[in-house]
């Protein structure tokens, strides 16, 4: 089996901030979203956690395991969708003109993008090879993983094993610590 599940909740994300790949700390409401998940799921096998290097999902990560013999893997490719200088940006919709709301609101659209910041299919590419090289494998040898991530590269992921155009690309709805199981 393969799940996915988003970080808890952080003060960027209560002030409606976009973090990508600011390291930003879960907030006392992340952690306490994180222990909820670790009583909800306590009963879903996991023999191995591949998990975002970024504080707030490794934090997630550790609570939603603690006490289990589950090992956390730290991978680069599992980091959030990177949006350049609109990093911390704070209400990005209350700003009409700002071109990283198009990926938001019209991902298929969402081309060239502005400082700096990942585009779709870079996200793409890396996520892609990530589930071929350490998921599949598993998955294959019938073991249960668990990913711990982020809204935009966990969207990444569900569309790459969904097979999902870009617009469908929000379409599952990526909540904080809720768990999807995928495949």
Not at 22 to 37: C, F, H, I, K
Not at 69 to 86: N, Q, T
Not at 91 to 105: G, L, M, Q, R, T
């Amino acid at each position: 089996m393969l799940y996915i599940i988003r970080h808890g909740r952080t003060d960027w994300n209560d002030l409606h901030k976009l973090q990508g790949r600011t390291d930003v700390p879960l907030n006392e409401s992340g952690r306490s979203m994180a222990r909820e998940a670790a009583v909800k799921y306590r009963d879903v096998h996991f023999d191995i956690c591949y998990c975002s290097p970024l504080v707030r999902a490794k934090q997630t990560a550790e609570i939603l395991l603690e006490g289990r013999d589950v090992p956390i893997v730290f991978d680069d490719r599992l980091k959030e969708m990177s949006f350049g200088s609109y990093e911390g940006i704070e209400n990005s919709f209350a700003i009409p003109d700002c071109p990283i709301n198009v990926f938001f609101k019209d991902p298929a659209h969402y081309t060239d993008p502005p400082g700096g910041a990942e585009s779709i299919d870079d996200l793409f590419k890396r996520t892609g090879e990530f589930l071929e090289e350490l998921v599949y494998p598993k998955i294959k040898e019938g073991r249960d993983v668990l990913i711990v991530g982020h809204g935009a590269m966990n969207s990444s992921i569900v569309c790459r094993i969904m097979e999902r155009t870009r617009d469908r690309f929000w379409e599952a709805g990526i909540e904080n610590c809720v768990l999807k199981q995928l495949i």
